[in-house]
């Protein structure tokens, strides 16, 4: 079992960084592969990142790749989310989510992921 807390979220500017954070429960997180996932209001949750359990291999949404950084210390049983110049589009509630320990990759897709978390509001003023 896999507890999963956001936190780090809130309002900044357009061109601005944030930096979010997953704090996990279990003693099986570094066995985890981590993903992060965002909804938009009226929309679908979509994918954002996602990590291996080692934090050897990274996967990224194209609408985000080149200003967003996944990472993870499993030491501290945390994955992170580095946000920089950020869109108005970006504005979303963010999910983090585990997925099963018998796996080593993530993956881009919702039901691969067994954990989720309650998730944290970004919000980008433009």
């Known amino acids: 079992q896999v507890q999963l807390v956001e936190s780090g979220g809130g309002l900044v500017q357009a061109g601005g960084s944030l930096r979010l954070s997953c704090a996990a429960s279990?003693?099986?997180?570094?066995?985890?592969?981590m993903g992060w996932f965002r909804q938009a209001p009226g929309k679908e949750r979509e994918f954002v990142a996602t990590?291996?359990?080692?934090?050897?291999?990274?996967y990224y949404a194209d609408s985000v790749k080149g200003r967003f950084v996944i990472s993870r210390d499993n030491a501290k049983n945390t994955v992170y989310l580095q946000m920089n110049s950020l869109k108005p589009e970006d504005t979303a509630v963010y999910y983090c989510?585990?997925?099963?320990?018998?796996?080593?990759?993530?993956?881009?897709?919702?039901?691969?992921?067994?954990?989720w978390g309650q998730g944290t509001q970004v919000t980008v003023s433009s």
């Open positions: 989510a585990a997925r099963s320990r018998t796996y080593v990759s993530g993956s881009a897709q919702l039901r691969e992921y067994d954990y």
């Open positions: 279990g003693r099986t997180f570094r066995s985890n592969p």
């Open positions: 990590i291996t359990s080692s934090g050897g291999s990274t």
